[in-house]
């Protein structure tokens, strides 16, 4: 397995990922595309066998130095195998080499193995938000500070 950042060239490979793992909560291709425009030195997919198997990508806001995660997956069969670790270390030290105050994501309460993953990496939770995108939709905020704030 590598890890490598995107090329314009996955964009048909994530989206494919993204609907297969998120159903009707996936990204459209036309926003995992402008992610591609936005982020590109933060943006990492893994790959197996010349396949894609997962993705990660970090957004900062703009005029800031807080950084999001706003997606990552891996294709169920490949996940358990250490492949989320190794994405998540690569965007965690995309926000330390790029002198991040803080890295913060949105996840659901009840996804278990994301949220321990994102806590064996220092991330706590801050916050819980109901109806984040629409109606009954609840998420928690899970926040990263890499320098006192
Ligand atoms: C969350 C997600 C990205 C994790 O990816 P992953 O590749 O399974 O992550 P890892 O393999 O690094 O770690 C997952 C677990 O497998 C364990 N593991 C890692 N390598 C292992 C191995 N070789 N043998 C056995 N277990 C292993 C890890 O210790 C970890 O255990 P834990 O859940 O008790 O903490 C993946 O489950 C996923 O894509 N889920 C669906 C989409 C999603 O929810 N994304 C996050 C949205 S916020």
New binding site residues.
Partial sequence: MSIRKVRTSDLQAIVQLDEK??GEESFSSYSIRQFINLFPESFFVAEQNELLV?Y?VVGVKAFSNGAW?L??????P???????????AACDDYCKSSHMESCR????PS????I???R?FGFEAESELRNYNEPGDHKLIMLKAYISM
């Fill in positions: 793992l998120f997962g990660a995660l997606s990552m997956g891996v294709s169920t490949h996940q358990k195998c250490g492949i989320g670790t190794t994405l998540l994501l949105s996840t659901s996804n278990s193995s994301a321990s993953l994102y064996r």
